[in-house]
DNA sequence: AATTGCACCATACATTTGTATGGTGAATAA
DNA sequence: TTATTCACCATACAAATGTATGGTGCAATT
């Protein structure tokens, strides 16, 4: 039923799947700027091939009326932005390492990423290896909220506590000690709240 | 900085919120046929006071370009359709039983809903009661996955595993024995894989 | 009594948006 | 050679869209 894709259509299609991560929807003239095209005709054009070979339903006299098909709209393909260690810290890569197809739920907010856990001191949390947590940055820290910090250029992910000017990372694991970080500890920086877990569950595993 | 919004205010902000859950925004008439407006400028100007008080922010000159507000952005309430037993079967109830707040990450598709899980055979495959798992209905189930599946009017979360012409359900418990499902066994239901897991962590657990 | 804020309405207008039609050039197939 | 497909373009147009202005009725203040 589904017919190939040009590669124009196909890199007007990705443009789609994109978007829709931002849960956004474009117009015709959005994608005709954004490819360089001059007139909304050429989208208009291509959206109706694209659409004729199934892979998208467009809802006419609707602007921005474009929807992706369920196999297109079932995976989005996001950046992990790094790893985190819920025992021994792990560094935190500045370039993306890897990527995790999630399925649309896992719409992350612009202002959020997502970091992958390795480590089992937080398996009393039922966070385990392989979990991607969802991270904001721009939260403020409550105590027993789970943070994403660096310690010395390297990043953990422990359950918050502040007592008076002391913060204390702790670890769900009873073996292992809670870090102390007094005020005077400068290498030390919350990186955001852990707002989510996450675990892919469609791949088949045995 | 954030004043209080009147009550139709706050109905609209609803709504946008509700919409957002679907990925979607609308525009003004959208808004107004909704409400029985006969007028877009009655949108227009509650959306302006909705703006001045710091809960959506607009892009003008743009279609649909109401963004919400991250405080407004970042909890979705949605229903859960259910509850699902990872040992014992329980009922999947046809309304809605309950809501969580989900961040904008569970912006689930609209052909997947969810259950929450009770129960705790399924915890060796890190599935704890609590656990908001999220099942597409749409999904050809293959071996090795999780399924919702109807046995008898109840529902249970198990491993799909189809040999010949039997179907069996696994419990990662292994003090759980297989369910064996024969073709001639007419009470039985696939119905869904089990796509992800979610669990909100944003909440202080301590 | 006068003022202010709220919740609407009608009218108006410049863009934006989706859509259709017809045309060009290049590459490919019959 | 003649079609056919693909990737564009220009032009045109009705409807949708965001925005602005001015007005009405009502309730609560001042």
Same mark, same amino acid.
């Given at each position: 039923m589904q017919k190939e894709l040009t590669k124009i259509q196909q890199n007007i299609l990705d443009y789609l799947i994109e978007l829709r991560s931002e849960s956004k929807t474009p117009t015709l003239a959005e994608i005709a700027k954004y490819f360089g095209y001059t007139n909304r005709s050429t989208v208009q054009q291509h959206l109706q091939a694209?659409? $004729?070979k199934g892979f998208i339903k467009r809802n006419p006299k609707i602007s921005r009326g474009i929807e992706l098909t369920f196999d297109n709209n079932y995976f989005i393909t996001r950046p992990i932005l790094g790893e985190v260690a819920a025992g021994n810290p792990l560094a935190i890569y500045p370039d993306s390492i890897d990527t995790v197809e999630l399925p649309t739920i896992a719409n992350v907010p612009? #202002?959020?990423? +997502? +970091? $992958?856990? $390795? &480590?089992?001191? +937080? $398996?009393?949390?039922?966070?385990?290896? &392989? #979990?991607?947590?969802?991270?904001?940055p721009n939260l403020q820290a409550e105590n027993g909220q789970f943070v994403v910090a660096i310690l010395d250029n390297e990043a953990v992910v422990k359950r918050f506590q502040k007592k008076n000017n002391v913060i204390e990372l702790h670890s769900e694991n009873p073996e292992c000690e809670p870090i102390i970080i007094e005020e005077t500890h400068h290498n030390f920086k919350i990186v955001g709240v852990v707002i989510g877990v996450y675990r892919t569950m469609a791949k088949k595993v045995v």
């Open positions: 694209i659409e $004729k612009n #202002d959020s990423f +997502l +970091l $992958k856990v $390795k &480590g089992d001191s +937080l $398996k009393d949390a039922y966070i385990f290896t &392989g #979990d991607i947590v969802i991270v904001n």
